[in-house]
């Protein structure tokens, strides 16, 4: 057996490699992870003596099988998650004949690789302990193989790692900070990759009500002045016009142009922080003007869409008007889009609208007319509501009076159209909790909400909230609140316990902050932080000056640090002289290990350089004296010695390499 | 002084081509401490052992161990005097400077435990009498690493009693030519005089407590007696009693160099001698001789020397 001197780390190195797989636990197939687990216990087990070394017809099988496993799972080598998946594989394989150092070199630089891989993945700060963890952890596989001063204790190897790793920090920092950013992030992946989460592009009764049990961050929005009030704070999302009786879907087609609306107030403008969707769509305090910080375009019912799904943290800013008017009429086009219905479907409430229309004098008559309808039929508003059959509306309206906004507002635009004035149904979220930690309104998954917006001739499209009559405390307090009453197990037991609140509202505050000043540290946050250093005016040239000049007092930290002793001391005079004659026996081809003994390092070099016999062999009695010995250090001894030295130096340039 | 330089040229003389064995031998003698040789054998314990004891100018006796060895077999044992109406102490083996305790690992453990309390104790008690041995007193131990049938390891407890574990090894082809051409060494053996007294001895004793230990040798000792305690790979690190017995093999070992103060060198001679025996590795598949001197090595070389 190919065994190595030093003994090989088994423990830590399993449990650096266990750590890198950990990390992609929900991402890679499962079979992967499965290989990587026998790979680890089988390792486990030779390392115990229990199973024999794999042969190596064995090792070249189980290869070609992985490799065969990853193109037939993947049909590529390329892309994050294949070479990710190939990583690990391969890293698994390797376990299978580790038995040198190297070979452990090796398995823990592909754990790193995985690391570097999961940031590549997933940047959020709850995942950040583990990376460094797990990077601790192979940095410390590394610490215990190398080096003939390092032990094999793992205390000592963590030790050495997480000592190297506060040595890097100062590096890392600066090159964080003055590194030029790209624009767009490199490491972008295709959106095919990511699931999606939030709002969808279609409602169905329930749907949303899915949604309001999940209290992740939406997305965070901080308002440049003040901000509006809670029942102003309509974030516009995915508009729909499709309706088959039951569920509301986007337009598929092209739309009419229409109208877009004219500002009549003071613009507000806001920053957003948009949680990863997997979806096109931004959101905004209702009516948009424009989105700044990611490219995208306005469709004709008002929405705004990124021109790519939104599959990381993105940032952007936002301009928007409480109050807008509409000049014009609607398109025939626009007209037939927004009033057709299903043909015999929710046939009572046609019924019910054509009487109501009949009753009122306009448009907007009516409109208040069905308002009134939905405050005084005793709808009920709840987050369980009862199922509704295919025809939902009449289901709701005339059965169970039971609902969800999204219940209300498809309600609402169906009694709408069948009267003959274009409705649509609007998606997005409402209110948002003011965080004062982080200084912000963080807007949950359990604040989405569902409204409509009817046109009126002269007045355009106006929204409408049927929920604000059914249930005006959820749009005058926003979402959570009505969660705590309606009997969800963890808010009623907790929903007003201070110290949660603030215990969420801290760790949400640190998320913000990392997600806006470390991941979306872009290019216009790095020039704003030079700026506000002082730097305003710098450009490449004196960036990368900064960066060299940086780089070279780190250095010099890094010599200072290992100019000490193996002890943390640094070396008297006397050691000082001692390692000047061992970096002379250096110059001269003379390796000197750091275990070697003074009466070995003399005898070594008085038969390599017999030209200088005497005078190595006086000065290495001498210090064995001075250093070992009863005599006493003084100046005038160390002088004697460095006098010695400059012989030794003389007599041996012949020797010089 | 120069009693030792004699003393090892006598050795040297008896023993061919393992002076590197015999030095060790001399210092962990004049270190006060005991001796395990371990060895195949026909590879000569016997013989140093009995040239030790000779050139030392000592007493001996020697002791072949096996299974139904009684402690009292080396001990000695009280009889009944029919003449004096007293029970009298007949002293055992033990009584003597130095005692070969041929294939100590072929007793059972009580017995080898009686020999090691007095080694340790230089006294042995015999029913609740204690009988003080001689000054100086010396075992030198053999056993035989490969036979393992029928034979009681000696527990890591009592191997730490000895001070150095060194073993001999066949002789390189030139002096076993030597060997075979002069025949048996034991005449030659009669034939050797001390080469020093039992006072020149206790002096030389009394010398290697005076060598001068400088602190930063102290540091070295620590760092390599504490790194045996903190290896992953090792199951027992070495005890305080064998890190005072590391310091003081290295000051024999430096007046067996002829130095008046120890370096890090005299350390790492007498290191593998002092170490080997005492450390555990974790692993089974260690416990080699051919691992454990490869462990005790690393050790050393990872151990920076203090400069």
């Known amino acids: ?657 | 002084m120069s009693a030792l330089p004699a003393a090892l040229a006598a050795l040297d003389s008896i023993i061919l081509g393992k002076s590197r064995a015999l030095r060790l031998a001399l210092s962990c003698l004049i270190a006060r401490g005991h001796l395990l040789i371990e060895d195949v054998p026909g590879v000569g314990k016997t013989t140093l052992a009995h040239a030790l004891a000779q050139v030392l100018g000592l007493s001996w006796q020697r002791v072949q161990f096996t299974s139904d060895l009684l402690p009292a077999d080396i001990l000695g044992v009280s009889v009944f005097d029919r003449a004096t109406q007293k029970f009298e102490f007949r002293q055992g083996p033990v009584f003597t400077q130095l005692l070969l305790a041929d294939e100590v690992n072929r007793a059972s453990p009580r017995t080898q435990s009686a020999l090691l309390e007095a080694m340790e104790e230089h006294q042995v008690s015999v029913d609740g009498v204690s009988h003080t041995l001689p000054d100086p007193f010396f075992v030198v131990a053999t056993q035989n690493p490969h036979e393992q049938l029928g034979t009681y390891a000696l527990p890591e407890s009592q191997l730490d009693r000895f001070l150095m574990r060194i073993e001999l090894g066949y002789p390189d082809p030139r002096h076993e030519r030597v060997l075979l051409a002069e025949g048996d060494r034991r005449g030659l053996l009669a034939r050797t005089a001390a080469a020093m007294t039992a006072a020149q001895l206790q002096q030389l004793q009394q010398e290697v407590t005076r060598v001068h230990v400088a602190p930063p040798l102290l540091d070295y000792v620590q760092q390599l007696v504490g790194s045996t305690r903190t290896r992953s790979d090792i199951r027992l690190g070495l005890s305080p009693r064998a890190a005072q017995g590391l310091v003081h093999a290295a000051r024999a070992w430096a007046l067996l160099e002829g130095r008046s103060a120890v370096l890090p060198d005299d350390v790492q001679a007498v290191w593998p001698a002092v170490a080997l025996h005492r450390l555990e590795p974790r692993n089974a598949a260690d416990r080699t001789h051919a691992q454990r001197e490869r462990l005790v090595r690393a050790i050393l070389e990872a151990v920076a020397v203090p400069r």
């Open chain 1, 1 to 657: 057996m190919n065994r190595s001197v030093k003994p090989v780390p088994t423990n830590i190195m399993l449990a650096s490699f266990a750590s890198g797989v950990l990390l992609h636990i929900d991402r890679a197939p499962p079979w992967c992870l499965g290989v990587a687990l026998a790979a680890l216990i089988w390792h486990w087990l030779y390392s115990r003596g229990r199973l024999r070394p794999a042969a190596t017809a064995l090792r070249v099988i189980v290869t070609l099988a992985l490799l065969a496993g990853i193109a037939a799972t993947f049909r590529t080598f390329n892309g994050l998650s294949a070479g990710t998946a190939f990583l690990l594989v391969m890293g698994a394989a390797k376990l299978l004949e580790t038995r040198t150092q190297r070979d452990v070199a090796v398995v823990a630089t592909v754990s790193l690789v995985l690391v570097l891989a999961a940031c590549l993945d997933r940047q959020s700060l709850l995942r950040l302990p583990l990376y460094l963890a797990s990077g601790w952890t192979a940095l410390a596989t590394i610490a215990a193989i190398g080096g003939a001063r390092t032990s094999t204790s793992a205390v000592r190897a963590f030790g050495a790692a997480g000592g190297a790793l506060l040595l890097a920090l100062p590096l890392a920092a600066l090159c964080f900070v003055l590194v030029p950013r790209m624009q767009g992030a490199l490491w972008s992946m295709p959106a095919s990759e990511r699931g999606q989460t939030g709002l969808a592009d279609e409602m169905s009764p329930g749907s949303i009500s899915e949604l309001s049990v999940s209290e992740d961050i939406a997305f965070r929005a901080r308002f440049e002045g003040a901000a509006p009030p809670v029942a102003q704070r309509y974030w516009r999302g995915p508009v729909l016009h499709d309706f088959d009786g039951y569920t509301w879907r986007r337009q598929a087609g092209t739309g009419a142009t229409q109208q877009q609306p004219v500002p009549t107030s003071a613009p507000l403008r806001y920053h957003v922080l948009l949680e990863p969707t997997g979806r096109v769509y931004l959101f905004g305090i209702d009516s948009i003007a424009s989105i700044q910080g990611r490219r995208n375009f306005r469709t004709f019912d008002g929405q705004i869409l990124a021109a790519l799904p939104v599959t990381e943290t993105l940032a952007y800013d936002g301009v928007s008007y409480l109050q807008t008017r509409f000049d014009g009429a609607l398109s025939t086009t626009g007209r037939r889009l927004d009033t057709q219905l299903p043909s015999g479907r929710n046939l009572r409430s046609i019924a019910l609208a054509r009487e109501l229309r009949a009753r009122a004098t306009s448009d907007r008559q009516y409109s208040m007319m069905v308002l009134d309808y939905f405050r005084a039929a005793g709808f009920e508003y709840t987050l369980t509501p009862p199922l509704l059959d295919q025809d939902s509306v009449d289901d709701l309206i005339f059965n169970t009076r039971r609902g969800f906004c999204g219940h209300f507002a498809s309600a609402y635009a169906t009694l709408m159209r069948a009267a003959g004035v274009p409705a649509r149904v609007v998606t997005g979220y409402l209110g948002g909790a003011w965080n004062p930690i982080g200084g912000y309104y963080a807007v949950r998954q359990s604040q989405a909400h569902a409204w409509t917006e009817i046109w009126i001739d002269g007045e355009g499209w106006v929204r409408v909230d049927p929920t604000a009559v059914v249930a005006p405390e959820r749009v005058q307090q926003g979402g959570s609140e009505l969660l705590a009453r309606s009997g969800s197990a963890l808010n009623s037991l907790f929903g007003d316990a201070g110290w949660l609140r603030d215990l969420r509202d801290s760790w949400d505050a640190a998320n913000n902050w990392w997600q806006e000043r470390i991941v979306k540290f872009n290019r216009s946050a790095q020039l704003d932080l030079l700026r506000r250093l002082g730097l305003e005016h710098i450009d490449y040239l004196g960036m990368a000056l900064l960066l060299a000049g940086g780089a070279v007092l780190w250095g010099l930290m890094l010599w200072a640090v290992s100019m000490r002793g193996p002890r943390g001391t640094t070396p008297d005079a006397l050691g000082r002289t001692w390692n000047r004659f061992l970096a002379l026996l250096a110059s001269r081809g003379i390796g000197i290990a750091a275990h070697e003994g003074p009466r070995a390092i003399a005898a070594r070099a008085v038969a390599r350089l017999p030209a200088a016999a005497a005078d190595i062999g006086s000065f290495a009695s001498r210090y064995e004296q001075l250093r070992f010995g009863t005599a006493e250090q003084s100046e005038s001894a160390i002088r004697a010695m460095r006098a010695q030295l400059r012989r030794i130096a003389r007599a041996t340039t012949a020797n010089r390499r």
